[in-house]
């Protein structure tokens, strides 16, 4: 076995196995929707969102001794190493009362869902996948309007490729575990909603089953 298959069970790891915590994995290109989405299903079914590149965007601002190396990965599209990113989820997971939770954004590539699993020994309860054109999350990004200094059409090109290369594969990881439910996310917020409602109704059944 892998030295990340070998973690050993630390003390964070431990409360964290004490939570039961359920996890929702939301997956989808850049711009297809998951943070509008998770926003309501936070409103509907009561799991708390925890973004990757929100709390990684957080770490910036709070002067970590990361901020720097994680503000440049922003900014070129690349995929901050899995230790950073898997410690702010933990730690928000840990720090939340809540043990049922939507991570938007993670895993986005083979080493994030192997060493997520090796270091929490979570497994996703299922994994939400918004599936959107190209051509229509550009035209969503590039009018996101929210001071986001990776919405500028060079850095989407990378975050496009980098999608395409390091994120399709774990999606088809969890598919041949036959976890992932597909959204059609190119059609309006409120349609997208009713489908993914419709998962959640039938999926929170078969967890709590
Ligand atoms: N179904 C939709 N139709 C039209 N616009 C949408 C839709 N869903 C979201 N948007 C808009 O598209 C932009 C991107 O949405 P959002 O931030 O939810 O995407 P995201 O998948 O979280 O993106 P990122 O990966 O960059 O964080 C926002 O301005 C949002 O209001
Ligand atoms: N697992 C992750 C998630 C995100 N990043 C970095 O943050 C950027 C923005 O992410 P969004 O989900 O908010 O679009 C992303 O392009 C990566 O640079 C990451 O490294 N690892
Ligand atoms: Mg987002």
Do not use: W
């Not at 799991?47 to 990684?56: E, F, P, Q, V």
């Not at 190493?81 to 954004?105: C, H, R, W, Y």
């Not at 597909?182 to 109704?201: Q, R, S």
């Amino acid at each position: 076995m892998g030295a990340v298959a070998d973690a050993a069970i630390t003390d964070a790891t431990r409360r964290l196995i004490e939570k039961e915590p359920t996890v929702v994995f939301v997956l989808g290109g850049p711009g297809s929707g998951k943070g509008t989405q998770c926003a309501n299903i936070v409103q509907h079914f009561g799991y708390t969102h925890l973004s990757a590149g929100d709390l990684l965007r957080a770490e910036i601002k709070s002067g970590s001794e990361n901020g720097t190396m994680i503000q440049n990965m922003i900014k070129e599209g690349k995929i901050v190493p899995s230790e950073v990113t898997i410690k702010l989820l933990q730690n928000a997971m840990l720090e939340s009362a809540n043990n049922k939770f939507l991570i938007d954004g993670f895993p986005r590539n083979e080493e994030n869902r192997a060493a997520f699993e090796a270091v929490t020994k979570i497994e996703p309860a299922f994994v939400l996948f918004f599936e959107c054109s190209e051509e229509e999350m550009e035209r969503r990004l590039l009018g996101r309007n929210q001071g986001r200094e990776d919405d500028n059409i060079e850095t989407i090109r990378k975050r496009f490729k980098v999608f395409m290369e390091s994120s399709i594969p774990v999606v088809e990881y969890y598919e041949s575990k036959g976890k992932v439910c597909k959204i059609d996310a190119a059609k309006p917020i409120e349609e997208v909603f009713e489908a993914v409602k419709a998962v959640f109704t039938t999926q929170d059944a078969v967890v709590v089953a």
